[in-house]
């Protein structure tokens, strides 16, 4: 049996947390306090939580558009699926996980999740 290559298993963890933060983020509420930890809408959802981020605290940032200023001097990550069609402008949700920040941008075009962490 060949050994899995450490790609096959960044690619797969990437994938995983891809699905959960496209399924987990569109569905928060928009009542949220900045600050706040969001870990326990997880469960609520019915969503299984990514074997990398048991353990973490995922806490809610706010419903800020990603600003290109700010964020010159970090690293990005975008994971793009299609849009909505149904959906009426832009959606943004954005959580921290540690120092990384993932942002939901949804729309009727894309809808992708912006990953950043300032240097």
Request: aromatic share 8%.
């Amino acid at each position: 049996m060949a050994k899995t290559a450490k790609i096959d298993e960044l690619l797969r963890d990437t994938q995983e947390i891809e699905s959960f933060l496209h399924a987990f983020l569109k569905r928060l509420p928009a009542d949220l306090k900045p600050g706040e930890d969001v870990t326990r809408y997880a469960k609520k959802f019915g969503l299984k939580l990514p074997a990398c981020l048991k353990g973490e605290v995922i806490e809610w940032v706010g419903q800020e558009a990603h600003d290109i200023e700010r964020d010159a001097r970090t690293e990005t990550l975008v994971l793009s699926q299609p849009g909505q069609a149904e959906a009426l402008g832009l959606t943004i949700k954005c959580v921290k996980i540690r120092r990384w920040r993932f942002c939901l941008e949804c729309g009727w075009l894309y809808c992708r999740i912006v990953v950043t962490r300032r240097f």
